[in-house]
């Protein structure tokens, strides 16, 4: 069945650091992919999506390409912020919303 | 809109006792998705709906859970009897009609189950 797997946390960076988070996927078809991020006693919300290949979604500083060939939607930001500090989760949808494990990140100042 | 509303926030509860989590969807959403979140197995999918129909609920621990949307833009989960082993955080979430490839999911800010 389709799944997401995506890096293990929890990852510690300093403030102004580069952030590369991976994700991989299995899906029969041609799913869209997503990224969701989740604060503190909070619920998901969404960070951003693509629904095709080569298709770059972007939000906050925040960018994923959806690789096809590598099955893969990366989420990357050049430069984080205290205020970056969350769980981020990697999701495909194609019948229904399927999520990876998450991964948690902390930013120190 | 409010977005999507989950009562209660918290609930503590005896072993045994009957839990009731409520959500009210977005309106206008037609999809509906019960999640459970623990630092064991992360986010797991337990139940979704379509058009007030279960689609899918192998995700569903067992028989002592249960779901329902009496109307389109509510449900309950429902666990009877409650177990220590229920403790999480459940969230609901809603997703608008249409392609449903290209559609988010719209999450509530949960329900943090505590059973004692």
């Known amino acids: 069945g389709d799944s997401v797997t995506q890096m293990e946390g929890p990852v510690t960076l300093s403030e102004e650091a580069c952030l590369t988070i991976?994700?991989?996927?299995?899906?029969?078809?041609?799913?869209?992919l997503f990224w969701y991020v989740q604060y503190p006693g909070e619920g998901l919300q969404l960070l951003l999506k693509?629904?095709?290949?080569?298709d770059k979604g972007s939000n906050k500083g925040f960018e994923a390409t959806y690789r096809k060939e590598t099955t893969s939607f990366h989420l990357e930001k050049g430069s984080v912020q205290v205020s970056d500090s969350a769980v981020y989760f990697c999701a495909l949808s194609s019948s229904k919303i399927i999520f990876g494990s998450g991964t948690r990140l902390s930013i120190r100042p | 809109d409010a977005g999507v509303i989950q009562s209660p926030r918290h609930e503590v509860t005896e072993m045994g006792q009957e839990v009731t989590l409520r959500c009210k969807l977005i309106?206008?959403?037609?999809?509906l998705f019960w999640y459970r979140q623990t630092m064991m197995r992360g986010l797991e999918l337990l139940i979704y709906?379509?058009?007030?129909?279960?689609?899918?609920d192998s995700g569903m621990p067992e028989d002592r859970f249960s779901a329902k949307m009496p109307n389109a833009s509510f449900s309950t989960l429902k666990i009877q009897p409650s177990e220590p082993r229920d403790s999480a955080v459940y969230f609901c979430?809603?997703?608008?009609?249409?392609?449903?490839?290209?559609?988010?999911?719209?999450f509530g800010q949960g329900t943090r189950l505590t059973v004692v």
């Open positions: 991976n994700c991989t996927y299995t899906a029969t078809g041609y799913p869209s």
């Open positions: 309106s206008g959403h037609n999809s």
């Open positions: 709906f379509n058009n007030n129909v279960p689609i899918d």
């Open positions: 979430a809603s997703s608008p009609s249409g392609n449903r490839r290209n559609t988010e999911a719209f």
């Open positions: 693509a629904t095709k290949a080569d």
